[in-house]
């Protein structure tokens, strides 16, 4: 690998780690304020938001710029998301402007790498940047645990700095603080990301850049191997993106966990999606990534199976596993979503894409899951209809596929043939 994918990957931890401890100090902080329970469901769905409703215009604004740039301008906007929770912005209003940021941080950041690296580095790349962002998951949402903790909290609380008065009350405000620092660290990375020597593409006028957007989102739909692809990452990240609130209220129910007892458990699945994924990089190749489809029926069914633990020593292992599917499932499904998107449309224009389905569908999910919550129906309804409803879906999917190679095989075996011939 080239030395600037490992700057990349640096300023991705870094970012992500501050995204996910952020959650929990949002998470806490609505808690703390007495919010009713839905509120902490719609931190996910309202973190999606921009992801969607900007989608088609972070994907041409990283194709205009060099992506590193684009990257530190993103960490700044989520900067201005965390001094926003600290001077009483609600928080689900200000956690939305970090999803902000991030939505323009992810198609410079997943661009970035079909500019710098052959494709038949892409699945191995992949594989690390998914590895070492589970990775920032798991400490992500342990550190945010501990900062809000009542030890790590109230000794941030008797810090004392002469001459300086931050106004921070509360164990989540002063991890939010913290976080700032993260976000600081992960922008001096973006500062130091290589320029990769592609063209810059202009930014089509704003009569174009709906159509424009529209048009790639059609193509990639359309493409026999991009339109599966496209669905199970969507559905993925869609179930993936809620499992962090969907596993600490199941905690409380199931084995009465605190919030920073039960991060533990969000780290714990994230310990298994990194293995899965480093494991998927080593074994899985472009080629046959479609082979792993029936992995996410069986995500969608240990989800729902989650109902019947209640015991911490059953709960680990199987929670690892669980992970474990969802890393293998999407190493190999991400990087031929991303090849088939370069190939038609340009890094950054695909990204975006696949940004807006997938986060389309975590605030579609959320927006179920914060549905059932504000119904009042219990965590173990909840959890079961959500695991199924995941299952039922990636069948379709699967049938799916099964049609297009009954009735189109001829133009898959040639895009496979492409794929094939580019791991040389």
Request: aromatic share 12%; with cysteine.
């Amino acid at each position: 690998m080239q030395r600037g994918f490992y700057t990349i990957m640096a300023a991705q931890f870094f970012s992500s780690l501050a995204d996910n401890a952020l959650f929990v100090a949002a998470y806490q902080l609505l808690r703390y304020d007495g919010a009713p329970s839905w509120q902490g469901a719609a931190l996910v769905p309202l973190f999606a938001f921009f992801y969607v409703v900007l989608a088609p215009f972070v994907g041409a604004f990283a194709d205009r710029f060099p992506k590193g740039r684009v990257m530190f301008m993103s960490n700044s906007i989520k900067v201005v998301g965390c001094l926003m929770l600290l001077f009483g912005s609600h928080p689900l209003i200000a956690y939305s402007v970090v999803g902000l940021g991030a939505a323009a941080y992810s198609p410079a950041k997943y661009g970035i790498l079909t500019e710098l690296l052959p494709p038949s580095q892409l699945v191995k790349a992949n594989g690390w940047i998914e590895g070492l962002t589970i990775l920032s998951i798991i400490m992500g949402n342990v550190l945010g645990g501990v900062l809000v903790g009542p030890k790590v909290g109230d000794w941030l609380l008797d810090l004392d700095f002469p001459l300086i008065d931050f106004d921070i009350a509360t164990a989540p405000e002063a991890a939010i603080a913290c976080m700032i620092a993260v976000y600081v660290i992960a922008a001096a990375f973006n500062l130091r990301i290589p320029h990769t020597g592609v063209a810059m593409q202009p930014i089509p006028t704003a009569t174009h850049l709906l159509p424009d957007f529209w048009h790639c989102n059609t193509r990639l739909w359309k493409d026999k191997l991009g339109q599966i692809s496209l669905a199970t990452t969507t559905l993925f990240w869609g179930a993936a993106g809620n499992l962090k609130v969907i596993v600490i209220a199941w905690a409380a129910a199931a084995m009465s966990y605190s919030v920073t007892e039960a991060t533990t458990l969000v780290g714990v699945v994230g310990i298994g999606t990194a293995a899965g994924a480093v494991y998927a990089s080593m074994r899985a190749s472009l080629d046959r990534a479609t082979n792993v489809i029936p992995l996410g029926i069986g995500m969608g069914v240990a989800v729902a199976m989650m109902i019947f633990i209640t015991k911490l020593w059953i709960a680990v292992p199987f929670l690892i596993f669980l992970g474990a599917i969802g890393g293998y499932l999407v190493v190999p499904m991400n990087a031929l979503l991303q090849h088939r998107g370069h190939m038609l449309m340009g890094a950054g224009r695909s990204i975006a894409v696949q940004n807006f389905n997938e986060q389309a569908a975590i605030l579609a999910l959320g927006g179920f899951y914060t549905l059932m919550t504000s119904l009042e129906l219990s965590i173990y309804a909840s959890v079961a209809l959500f695991g199924l409803l995941v299952a039922g879906f990636m069948y379709l999917i699967g049938r799916w596929h099964k049609s297009n190679t009954i009735h189109h095989s001829a133009e898959l075996n040639r895009l496979l043939a492409i794929a094939r011939s580019e791991k040389h």
